[in-house]
């Protein structure tokens, strides 16, 4: 394999080999992507504190998450389309956590079915879904992803509308891929995805071909799921939900105390702060900014993941500083499927775990234990409290 030294190595590879249209859905954000760079700025202005003259010889990352010993605080999170990125990328991605001992998170607007990844790998992994108007498709969504092997529920709720993303507007982006002369162009450009894709189990939505009409084309199933969003999730949805689920339920798009202490009275077993990855509410503030509070109300009392923005190890370190129990990471590992498939998949994920071990011995860290507030300041703050610009 060529030489990837960080997760910005993997995402310029990606860029080459895949369509624009798809690479452009992976890494944009909606409108204007303030909150896509605003995710990013949030975590560099935050400085680790370097200590020496302790002994950090013997280190470990491992953690206990939901009763479950991993070696790693990082999750690979749902992203729809990842069979798009690479073929059933899906499958790929599961094998390159399973390999690393990590969780992997299939969404419901996936390639891959839930059924596919038995098939193919028969592993546990993470289920998301969206609360839905039609019960009866939530229930048969959870109900198939059961009898697959998910273990965990992840119900992600910032998704009550569908924001824009303007780069998926200019490119047409549609499935199949509409073919314009401008994609038509790229698509020259890119024979090795075309020769890849052609192995691919499936071409639209696994998750919702057995439940929609034989013959539904991609583009209706789409417009059908996007009517279906629930604007909300309430505890009778998910005492019901519940009924039928009886593994950990964790919610996902949390930006703030409040929203966290009422997931928390829903009776969740994690949380998850994130602004979808800068995909949704532009001008929301970077998860770094909203996870202290969120933290502050309720460390302890659920399990509390984070993520939007992460793209290298030190980043996982400073949200564990901030409170977080855990990180999931989106584009991450899409950037690794696009540029080297599961072989891709595997770096990032290596990627970021040596650069979380070098972020930890550099700070006088042993165990994620050690981790806390104390490690790390944030810039601004250092600049106010040193006088500086008087
Ligand atoms: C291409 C793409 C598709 C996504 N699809 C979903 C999805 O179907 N369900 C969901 O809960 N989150 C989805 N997300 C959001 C991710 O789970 C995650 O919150 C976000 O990507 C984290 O930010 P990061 O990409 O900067 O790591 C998607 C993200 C990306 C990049």
Redesign the pocket.
Known sequence: MRVYPDIESLRLHARRRIPKAVFE??DGGSYTEATLRQ?RRGLEDIDLVQRVLRDVSDRSQAVELLGHKLPSPLIL?????TGFVHPNGEIEALRAANAAGIPYTL???SICSVGDLKEAVGTPFWF?IYVMKDKDFTRYLLENAKAAGATVL?I?VDVVVNAQRHRDLRNGLAIPLRMTLPTLLDLATKPGWLLRMTQSKRKTFGNYQGYLKEGTGTQSMAAWVAEQYQPLLTPETLGWIRDFWQGPVII?GVMTPEDAEIAVEFGADGIVV?N??G?QLDGASSTAAALPAIARAVKGETTILV????RTGADIFRMLALGADAC?????Q?YGLGAAGRAGVSRAIEILQAELDVAMALTGCRTLEDIGPHCIRHRGQAARKTGSGA
């Open positions: 859905y992976v995710n999170g749902p992203t729809g389309l969404c419901t607007p998301q992840v992600t996902k994130s979808h990855g995909r993520d939007s923005g992460i999931l990471t989106g584009r991450a899409l």
